[in-house]
């Protein structure tokens, strides 16, 4: 009441400076926070005792799970909100380290220590003990310089969770006082620019979701949920899970920050509906009990719950009705460390009676009310965080010895103490404590250490299964044969299942575990080391079928000489030459005869010839093709049969133009057989043939080629055609077909001798239908019926052309005389003018 009378009388006399009015303000409130808290202990608490150097102690004995939204301000009395266990054990052990520091002989021998402790329930209603820490003499003086007026307090032990470190820490980081968490693990505590006299006894998040995604990954579960704690801990864990799943194979499904508020029926039907088998619960103790007995009371099955280090040693919930019907729950533990002599302590200790005023106590947050605890009921709950307060003292007690030069057998007492000299000392620690060598690194995290994995087997115990060392060497295993899984076999948490060997995934949504499975398809296979989500072309020179994990060497295929196709072929392209012979040789005997002259004469000998040449190209067609025996497949045949074709145009025009336009265009006809009109149309064809295969052969020629798309699991070697190089001779070759074939149908009339249409037409249409059947139906072996269409061209006109008239040369002698082609040229005058 003095103080708010004070800052009354201050308010209405205007008598000080708005710049002094916030200091003023504050001073006032801490006034009447101390001034209460002046009184607040007697001889003989728990939470005191007098020591040449003071250690303070936050403990979370009660928890205010539930705040209320206030009006007005109002001291909390932690006493009356809900009581942990396991946090009154971790207490106990805190004064048990200091009991056992100051009967030590070779710990601050001549040097007691004391301790102020402090029941830490509420992050925003607990200031008025964290005040009383910090004063001196019923004053709070930041930054005050060493020599003058400092709080006894050498260092802090403490808090239990990481936002009641979150809220105090800055007031004791300002002086550079150390603070030394035994359970305060989120990430932000690392940073050293913002807490630079904060250490800690308890391995941060990072090393607890490690060890989290290890398991995931040990049971291949690749589709999980995660709950949290929606608090500075909760969501610093999610954050870090979600950091270390990238780029691996799990993914997460749901994640809920939890609260008092919470749904969880709500939240249950979310991870049915996502099909989640595994949920990673990362809460401490009072969120995880709320959250698993709502699982049993809504009755969800088959799950595999991973708690977090805060739980997973839980004493009550193994025992509730139920447990086991909600699935298996694994857990990440602290290992379970025997402290010598706590039990007995805790025995001695619980058969005093201890003088505690609770009316003056309250506002102190330093009453517990449990005097009536058994020691069974303190050394029976949650061990979890007992050997990291252990380590918290000792850790403060050897920096504190170092700082105090006690190595002699006996402390200097001249020497002042200041807790920035002690910071000093606790970040460069290193002892052994219960066989582990406690260091820290530059960030203030522990530097040793390990956890266990652990199982609530039927009986209600959380069995050791397994551990994760961190150091020296990183280091993780469990027995699997230890577990036994609510559903008889180890579970399957996936949104999609495996695709099986051959299929690809194809992602459905926007998570990478989600997928449709497709089958790789011909020429491509799956490789189960590489990318899920593709399909490997093969090589050119392999195959694979629809779903393989590997390609084939492709079959090469080519037609030897030796294939029966080639050899029968060859035989009949060395017959053409012998028949060619044998005609040319026939003609030859009979050159002055009618047949042979109405044949062309001396251009029977050159179409012969052309057509002997031009079944040269059929032997360049076997044996593996070559940049050469890609050029001489098509030469010889294109280039002497264009001769061929321009002979037999020439020889059907001279016909039609004799018989039908010489009596009408005597001049033209006199220009021709002056000129040799035939021979210049020859040559002129020839050259023309010659220069564009020519420049074919220079900008684009043929070049061997494997052609792999055929046929799935071979590899046919063919000569590959460039159409801009070979569209000219092509061009050339058609026009002179077309002309052969309008001026041979001009003279269908003419004397039966004379009239050549129908060989010629027959001929032509050999040809079209020979290269239409062969590139149309028959792409297997398209080298032997290449050459077997070039050597059917060349026989056509032979055969159907030529030996006609040999067999009148020979068997009709009577037709092959000058009386008989006059009688049938008058015959076909007479029909005319009739």
Known sequence: MRSYFMFHIGMVNGSFTSTMKPFFISLLLLESFLHESAQCTVQGSEFHLEGD??????????????????????????????????????????????????????????????????????????????????????????????PKNLSKVMAVVGTHTSTQALTVAPLFMMDLIPMVSYGAASSVFSRKQNFPSFLRTVHPNKDVIEVIVNIIQHFNWSWVAFLHIDDDYGNDGRELFIKKIDGTEICLGYTKGLDQ????????????????????????????????????QQNVTNKVWIAGDAWSLNKELPKEKGIHNIGTILGVSEPKVTIPGFSDFIHHSKGQTHCENAEQSMFCNQVCNCSSLK???????????????????????????????????????????????????LKKSKFILLNQSVTFDENGDPNYGSYSIVFWNQSGDAQEIGFHNFYPNLYFFIDNSKIQWKTKEVPTSRCSQECDEGFKKKPDGIHRCCFKCEICPNGTYFNKTGNPYECINCKDTEWSAAGSTSCNLRELEFVPFTDIGAILIMVGACSYVVLTVAMSVLFAINYNTPVVRSAGGPMCFLNLGCLCLSNVSVFFYFDKPTASSCVMRLLPFRLFYTVCLACFVVRSFQIVFIFKMAAKFPKLHSVWIKYHGQWLFITLAFVTQALLLLFGNMFAPPK??????????????????????????????????????????????????????????????????????????????????????????????????????????????????QEYFLGVILNYTRTIYR
């Open 375 to 425: 020691p069974e009921e303190i050394l029976n709950v949650d061990p979890s965080f007992n050997f990291p307060v252990y380590a918290a003292v000792h850790a403060i007690a050897h920096a504190l010895h170092n700082t105090l030069q006690c190595d002699s057998g006996r402390c200097n007492r001249s020497i002042t103490a200041y807790p920035y000299m002690v910071l000093a000392e």
């Open 53 to 146: 150097y003071l250690l303070a102690g936050l403990f979370d004995i009660h928890h205010d799970s539930s705040p209320v939204v206030q009006d007005r301000p109002e001291a909390i009395n932690c006493s009356s909100k809900p009581f942990i266990h396991s946090s009154y054990r971790r207490f106990q052990l805190m004064r048990f380290s200091v009991e056992e520091i100051n009967n030590s002989t070779d710990l601050l021998p001549n040097v007691s220590l004391g301790y102020e402790i402090f029941d830490h329930c509420s992050d925003i209603h607990s200031f008025p003990g964290i005040l009383k820490l910090l004063s001196v003499d019923g004053l709070i003086q930041p930054w005050a310089e060493p």
């Open 261 to 296: 508020h919470t749904n969880y029926s709500q939240v249950f039907r979310q991870i049915e509906a996502h099909q989640i088998n595994a949920i990673i619960v990362f809460a401490p103790e009072w969120t995880a009990e709320a959250l698993i007995k709502s699982a049993i």
């Open 704 to 817: 061997p080629h494997n052609e792999t798309s055929w046929y799935p699991d071979k590899t046919i070697l063919v000569c590959e055609m460039n159409i801009k190089g070979y569209v000219g001779p092509v061009v050339l070759l058609v026009s002179l077909c077309f002309l052969c074939f309008i001026f041979s149908y001009m003279g269908k009339d003419l004397p039966k001798n004379y009239n050549e249409a129908k060989a010629i037409t027959f001929c032509l249409l050999l040809i079209l239908i020979n290269y239409a059947s062969i590139y149309t139906f028959f792409k297997n072996n398209i080298a032997t019926f290449e050459a077997l269409a070039i050597l059917l061209s060349v026989y056509s006109f032979l055969l159907f052309y030529f030996l006609p008239k040999c067999y009148i040369i020979i068997f009709q002698s009577h037709k092959n005389t």
